[in-house]
C-alpha cells in the first residue's frame, strides 16, 4: 500500500551495529505496528502504538526498541544487531476502533540481513 | 490463547479451476477474521474480513469466504483461478472479547503458498 512506506528496503549490516528502520504513513491512521515475517512462521508482533503516547510490547520485543515520533511516524530500532534477527520487517496501520474491527493496512517491508 | 491453522503450506491449481485455502482458529470467545494476500517483494494487502452477519464474505479480485463457527474455518475460496492469483495467502484472527492487551493484536497463520498453472 503506497500510503504506507519503509525505509530503506533493504539493507544489509554486521553483527553488533545499530540500525532503525523507519516508516511513515499518509492514512492518518492513529495504530501502528511493527511485524517480523520469517519463512514458514507467518507474521510476529514485534511492538504496536495505539497513539503517539502509547507503545506496547508485541510477543517478541526482545532485542527491538522503538519511537512514535509522530502520529505519522514509527521507527524500529535494533540496538546491537544479531544474524537471528535477519528477516523481513513490516510496518502497519489501522484506524482507531472501539471493537476490535480495524483492518491493518501494510508497507512494503524492509529486508534486513545481519551478517 | 488465539491461534490459527493453515493446514497446507502449498496449494497447486489449474487456471479455471475453483480454488480453496484452508484456515482454522481457535479463540476463546468469537473471532474476527480476516484473510491477507502477499505477492513476491510486496507486503501483505487486505482480502476480506469476518465480523458479523453473513457467513460468507466477499472481498476483492473475486475472492470469497466462509466462516463456519461449528468448524471453526474460514476458508478462501475462488470460483475460477488466474495465473495471477499465484501468492502467499495469511489469515489471521482476532478474539472479541480477549482477556489481555495484547490478544487485542491479530495472529497470524504460517501460511499457503498458492500456485495457479496455466
Known amino acids: 500500500d503506497a500510503d504506507v512506506t519503509q525505509t530503506p528496503r533493504n539493507r544489509i549490516t554486521k553483527t553488533g551495529k545499530r540500525i532503525m528502520l523507519e516508516c511513515s504513513q499518509t492514512k492518518g491512521h492513529d495504530r501502528m505496528y511493527w511485524y517480523r515475517q520469517d519463512p514458514g512462521l507467518g507474521l510476529q508482533l514485534i511492538y504496536y502504538s495505539f497513539d503517539v503516547k502509547d507503545i506496547n510490547k508485541g510477543e517478541i520485543s526482545d532485542g527491538y526498541s522503538v519511537s512514535r515520533q509522530a502520529q505519522a511516524k514509527f521507527s524500529l530500532s535494533l540496538e546491537s544487531a544479531i544474524p537471528n534477527q535477519t528477516a523481513l520487517y513490516f510496518c502497519?496501520?489501522?484506524?482507531?476502533?472501539?471493537?476490535?474491527?480495524?483492518?491493518?493496512?501494510f508497507g512494503p517491508g524492509t529486508r534486513l540481513t545481519v551478517l | 490463547a488465539q491461534s490459527v491453522a493453515q493446514p497446507e503450506d502449498q496449494v497447486n491449481v489449474a487456471e479455471g479451476n475453483p480454488l480453496t485455502v484452508k484456515c482454522t482458529y481457535s479463540?476463546?470467545?468469537?473471532?474476527?477474521l480476516f484473510w491477507y494476500v502477499q505477492y513476491p517483494n510486496r507486503g501483505l494487502q487486505f482480502l476480506l474480513k469476518?465480523?458479523?452477519?453473513?457467513?460468507l464474505v466477499k472481498g476483492s479480485y473475486g475472492f470469497e469466504a466462509e466462516f463456519n463457527k461449528s468448524q471453526t474455518s474460514f476458508h478462501l475460496k475462488k470460483p475460477s483461478a488466474l495465473v495471477s492469483d499465484s501468492a502467499l495467502y495469511f489469515c489471521?484472527?482476532?478474539?472479541?472479547?480477549?482477556?489481555?492487551?495484547?490478544?487485542?493484536?491479530?495472529?497470524f497463520g504460517s501460511g499457503t503458498q498458492l500456485t495457479v498453472l496455466p
Open positions: 469476518y465480523i458479523t452477519g453473513d457467513n
Open positions: 489471521a484472527v482476532r478474539d472479541i472479547r480477549p482477556k489481555y492487551g495484547s490478544a487485542r493484536q491479530l495472529t
Open positions: 479463540v476463546s470467545g468469537n473471532p474476527y
Open positions: 502497519a496501520t489501522s484506524e482507531a476502533t472501539s471493537g476490535g474491527t480495524d483492518t491493518q493496512y
